[in-house]
């Protein structure tokens, strides 16, 4: 029998697998567009179909763009939904281990490198100090890492659909449109790709002016010239996460850091250091020093999530 594993980072846009040797090498990394496929069942036909019998895997870990709270999983940005058991049994897998994509990359940080992350921004990681991870993508993926009993454990939960705040009259406007749309107006439905879409829109609805049919990455491609309501879209976003991400870190206590992950900050580093992300970070009235003093990283590690995968067999 084969000694690959598989891993597979399962998100509402792109699921991507890879092989993990017993040797701890990783290799026949592929993305599939998730839209592309009907069930997951057929996106894994599809990677697993191309490979030769002497590399099918015996087991399989998989980080899932949604709650996994029991044996069936549903996607919250996509149509996708399984059952862990199910699949298991289909493709002959001693095991299927399968959590949160953001436990998966809470997992991933104390084993990144340097070069794996940018800074941004002031303060210090305080060792074994609680550490917090977000990300906007298709969604917006929060989650813990805590290290209990010399071993790093993460902390699962749905923080991006924790009820957006205002910090001003503009944002509050804003928010205001989006609560016509929507019967509840979370974080995520702002800070993730989608909520690019909608800032745009809103601030062309304030503007009293048509919003064109651009999608995400339309919206972060500020050219000399370019749509005002795109780069205030994109501005606004960025200081909407700081201080979202602020609110996670005090709820954390995430003295050891505040990581931000997922397929839209890294691809446009340059324009978010010079945001007011930090700024707004810190903006906590009596609470400021408190977060000055937490450091914030922007992962810029392809697939960060494969190497939390990869803890969960060692756990097993």
């Given at each position: 029998m084969s000694s690959s594993r598989l891993l597979g980072d399962v998100g509402a846009t792109n699921v991507h697998f890879a092989l993990l040797e017993r040797d701890g090498r990783s290799h026949r990394l592929e993305t599939l567009l998730s839209f592309d496929y009907d069930a997951i069942d057929e996106a894994l036909d599809a990677y697993l179909g191309a490979l030769p019998e002497s590399e099918r895997p015996e087991e399989a870990a998989f980080?899932?763009?949604?709650?996994?709270?029991?044996?069936?999983?549903?996607?919250?940005?996509?149509?996708?939904?399984?059952?862990?058991?199910?699949?298991?049994?289909?493709?002959?897998?001693?095991?299927?281990?399968?959590?949160?994509?953001?436990?998966?990359?809470?997992?991933?940080?104390?084993?990144?490198?340097?070069?794996?992350?940018?800074?941004?921004?002031?303060?210090?990681?305080?060792?074994?100090?609680?550490?917090?991870?977000?990300?906007?993508?298709?969604?917006?993926?929060?989650?813990?890492?805590?290290?209990?009993?010399?071993?790093w454990t993460a902390i699962a939960g749905e923080g991006g659909h924790a009820t957006l705040a205002p910090m001003d009259s503009r944002e509050a406007a804003i928010i205001d449109i989006l609560r016509r749309q929507y019967a509840h107006v979370s974080a995520e439905r702002v800070l993730s790709g989608p909520g690019l879409v909608n800032l745009y829109d809103s601030l062309c609805e304030l503007a009293g002016k048509p919003a064109a049919p651009l999608t995400p990455e339309r919206i972060t491609d500020l050219y000399p010239g370019c749509d005002p309501q795109c780069r205030e879209a994109v501005m606004m976003f960025m200081g909407m996460l700081g201080t979202f991400a602020g609110s996670v870190a005090l709820t954390f206590g995430a003295h050891g850091g505040v990581y931000i992950m997922g397929g839209i900050i890294p691809k446009i580093l340059g324009t978010f250091v010079q945001s007011s992300f930090r700024e707004r970070f810190e903006f906590r009235g009596r609470y400021r020093g408190y977060l000055s003093a937490i450091p914030t990283y922007v992962v810029t590690r392809p697939n960060p999530a494969f190497l939390g995968l990869k803890t969960l067999f060692n756990a097993s």
């Open positions: 980080g899932v763009a949604a709650p996994v709270t029991g044996d069936r999983v549903a996607m919250i940005n996509a149509p996708w939904s399984f059952s862990i058991s199910a699949l298991k049994k289909k493709y002959g897998w001693t095991a299927l281990h399968a959590v949160n994509d953001f436990v998966a990359n809470a997992l991933a940080v104390p084993q990144l490198e340097v070069d794996d992350v940018t800074k941004v921004g002031e303060g210090a990681s305080v060792e074994d100090a609680n550490i917090a991870v977000l990300g906007p993508g298709t969604g917006l993926g929060v989650a813990g890492l805590v290290k209990c009993n010399g071993t």
